[in-house]
């Protein structure tokens, strides 16, 4: 099996020398600068096994020799000053065996030739290691290649793949190797790794663009290789839920952007906050779950996060920042992405020059590094300092200036993406509204699938999940950018409202100015159309039953106007549907997750609930309560919101006269309520959840606290005893160790000398 040794470049080559020299010689190698080594990459001293029956002792030196030509062989005639240079060395008492290592072939008549030319030096041992050997070692390492995870891009990777695993993700592996070929081993990447390792679990935070997807595409490339684990990536909490196998321990959960891709979505955090308990019995049985979310959404995520009912999302050390890049990585990532991209050679050089520039910058971000190294992005840019500091600095508006730039046919495109919330399904159907959308927008179905592929690689990337296929945006800044269109147009904002399914448009908008991050806001002259299109109905072909369907619409229309509407369009939506109102008041249960207590909750603070209907509300919710059926009022800020001070005393009273006394009845009741299709701990979760509001709510109360914890502890008993098994502890299934050098000296050599070759 052959690697593609050249795209890795001088000082990448040079990295997988010395860690293969440390791995696999197991020598701590000392590395030097390049400019000014003295004819020596990396030295040891000391004894050395390099073979079964061979010890070799003294002083070794270490020597790359990169070359960027393919198919390149070995002569004397390259190695003739480093030569002189181990004559040097010889005199000087500092080489006594001399190590070539090199992505060059090496034949045997030019290794013996090369090996006369140093004995003659003085060198007492000579040994020499090509392309061929360095690429068995890749092929039978794992830990190698976890250490210089871009080889992974630069070769066959159903060689190196457990052949049952590959096959299960050859869709998913298809869509990273060539990001994996340009990634770089950095800090964030270590302490993600170690989360997992400890924890089973990882949330990576940060910015639009800074590289959270590929961390978790590192991860998940590393679970498929060491533990040939099944790889799964998904995007809701129901079907990690409905994708885990308790027997098989090794699964393992991609989940990018889990709150929301370009803006927050309250229905994921609502089914996250359902399917907490059964992850936590995942990880406890082995599973291993990757989340990524931009930090913006998780902020918001967080306040509606059952942080309580899985504590793993209080700990610091899951939560992994991928923004703290040092210079060394970005100026990697840059390189990379510069050597493996698409400009012509005549662009790197013009550009060479102001690499350093550009990775030093603030508003460097790994995305950046990919826009760089594609034509599409850097079309009539001018290659000067102000220039090139101009595009970095005011990112967002290169792109949109892009996307305004393209044909009708490749805008149309990416606004059937858009509207299909970034997820437009191959082969390409669409709906007859979204037909008519993007004839308004001077296209046509056959036009945008054109389109399309001419943009794939670029805008756009064509993907495998779950056996379909799907276009998505190659990364979601692209979407940022496109609704950043939508607010300068209204012609294309009304097309876009008319088009797009009711289901998708209600996560992209909001009418009026409701401050939420991302969103594509509809002026007050739109209102009317909205409120037309909210009048729609849900499929109910999508859904089990009518009902379903029903309910199902019923919560989106709700959050939406809950979370993303102004008060004068609540108002305007009210007077359209009066009977909503009585609706909200009375909330089913399961109060933390009806949609009707954040729709009511709104309208209250905007002073659109009449008295009778917040009166209402209130005697549902505390009804509940007290008969022990959702005792979510008791420690809910927001609900009791709703209460006025005296009705707010007035509960805490009957809480402890009437609901304390019987909480024992209240627990068998739900113990007995649970169905044999049920597991346990998931069903009583929420239950337990209350208790521990009512012990902090009378926390100064010892009695009180000795009788909630036996009635918990009594729970936690029936659900032990309901279990099929005990949990068992997850299986020492870890990546391994990973040093990231965090400190290196200023080389004289540029990392960028020869990204234009």
């Known amino acids: 099996m052959t690697y593609d040794l050249c795209s890795l470049g001088w000082h ?49 030196v270490i020597q790359c020799k990169f070359s960027g030509k393919r198919d390149k062989t070995l002569t004397p005639s390259d190695v003739a ?24 072939g090496v034949s045997g008549a030019s290794k013996e030739e090369i090996e006369t030319l140093f004995s003659e030096v003085g060198v007492k041992t000579f040994l020499c290691f090509g ?187 899951v939560v992994i920042d991928v923004r703290d890049l040092t210079l060394e990585e970005k100026e990697q990532i840059l390189y990379n992405h510069m050597k493996l991209g698409r400009q012509e050679q005549s662009f790197r050089t013009s550009i060479k020059p102001y690499l350093p520039i550009i990775a030093g910058h603030s508003r460097f971000v790994p995305e950046m590094a990919r826009r760089l190294a594609d034509p599409l992005f850097t079309y009539g840019l001018r290659l000067d300092r102000y220039a090139l500091n101009s595009f970095v600095e005011k990112q967002e508006h290169f792109l949109q200036e892009v996307l305004q730039g393209l044909d009708e046919d490749s805008k149309a495109a990416l606004g059937l993406i858009y509207m299909r919330d970034n997820a437009l399904e191959s082969p ?12 308004r927008l001077g296209s046509s179905r056959g036009g945008c699938v054109v389109a399309l592929e001419s943009l794939k690689g670029s805008l756009v990337q064509h993907v495998i999940e779950e056996g379909s296929a799907f276009w998505r945006f190659k990364h979601p800044t692209v979407g940022d950018a496109y609704a950043g269109l939508l607010l300068k147009n209204p012609e294309l904002l009304g097309v876009f409202l008319r088009g797009s399914s009711l289901e998708k448009l209600l996560g ?61 369009f609540l108002a305007q939506y009210m007077a359209r549907h009066p009977e909503a109102l009585a609706r909200v008041s009375d909330p089913g249960l399961f109060l933390e997750s009806v949609s009707e207590v954040s729709l009511a909750i709104r309208l209250h603070e905007l002073g659109l609930l009449p008295e009778q209907y917040r009166k209402a509300f209130v005697e549902k919710v505390i009804a509940y309560a007290l008969e022990g059926e959702d005792l979510y009022a008791i420690d809910s800020k927001r609900v009791q919101s709703m209460f006025t001070a005296q009705e707010r005393d007035d509960f805490e009273g009957r809480v402890r006269n009437e609901l304390l006394p019987n909480l024992g009845d209240v627990r068998r009741t739900w113990e007995l309520n649970c169905s044999s299709d ?62 990231v050098m965090t400190e290196q000296p200023l080389t004289a050599r540029s990392i960028f000398d020869d990204v234009d070759e």
């Open 678 to 739: 049920q597991r346990a701990d998931e069903f009583l979760q929420p239950l337990l959840d209350s208790f521990s509001a009512l012990k902090r709510k009378f926390a100064d109360d010892a009695e009180v606290v000795v009788l909630i914890d036996r009635e918990i502890a009594m729970g936690r008993d029936w659900i032990a005893e309901r279990l099929d098994d005990d949990p068992r502890e997850r299986p020492g299934r870890t990546f391994d160790d990973v040093d």
């Open 131 to 317: 392309s061929t050997w360095i690429c068995a070692q890749i092929k039978e390492h794992k830990r190698l290649r976890m250490l210089v995870p871009r080889i992974y891009g630069l070769g066959d990777l159903s060689q190196i793949i457990d052949e049952r695993v590959y096959d299960q993700a050859k869709a998913l592996l298809a869509s990273l190797k060539d990001d994996l070929a340009k990634v770089v081993l950095t800090s964030a990447y270590r302490r993600a790794a170690e989360a997992l390792n400890r924890h089973g679990f990882v949330l990576l935070v940060g910015e639009p663009a800074a590289g959270k997807t590929t961390i978790a595409s590192m991860l998940s490339m590393g679970a498929l290789d060491q533990w040939a684990a099944s790889t799964l990536k998904l995007d809701t909490p129901e079907k990690v839920v409905e994708h885990w196998n308790p027997l098989d321990p090794s699964q393992f959960f991609w989940i990018d952007d889990a709150f929301g891709v370009m803006q927050y979505e309250a229905f994921l955090v609502r089914g996250w906050n359902h399917a907490l308990p059964m992850v936590r019995t995942m990880l406890g049985k082995g599973a291993k779950i990757v989340m990524t979310s931009r930090d913006y959404i998780y902020n918001r995520a967080r306040n509606d996060l059952k942080e309580g009912a899985f504590p793993l999302l209080r700990e610091s050390q």
């Open 12 to 60: 990448g080559f040079q990295q997988l020398c010395l860690t293969i020299t440390r791995e696999i010689f197991g020598q701590t190698v000392e590395s030097f600068l390049d400019s000014s080594d003295a004819g020596k990459d990396g030295a040891f001293a000391g004894r050395w096994h390099p073979g079964k029956g061979e010890v070799l002792s003294g002083r070794f």
């Open 508 to 568: 992209q908008i909001t009418c009026g100015d409701v401050e939420l991050e991302r969103a594509v806001i509809v002026p007050k002259a739109l209102f009317g159309l909205v409120l037309k299109r909210l009048d729609q109905t849900s499929d109910a072909g999508r859904y089990k039953t009518p009902a379903l369907a029903d309910w199902y619409s019923r919560s989106r229309v709700d959050d939406f106007l809950a979370l993303r509407c102004s008060r004068e």
């Open 81 to 104: 000053e480093d030569v002189e240079k181990a004559r040097k060395l010889v005199q000087a008492g500092r080489c006594d065996s001399y190590v070539l290592m090199t992505n060059a």
């Open 428 to 439: 390409v159907a669409l709906e007859q509204s979204e037909l008519e959308a993007i004839e």
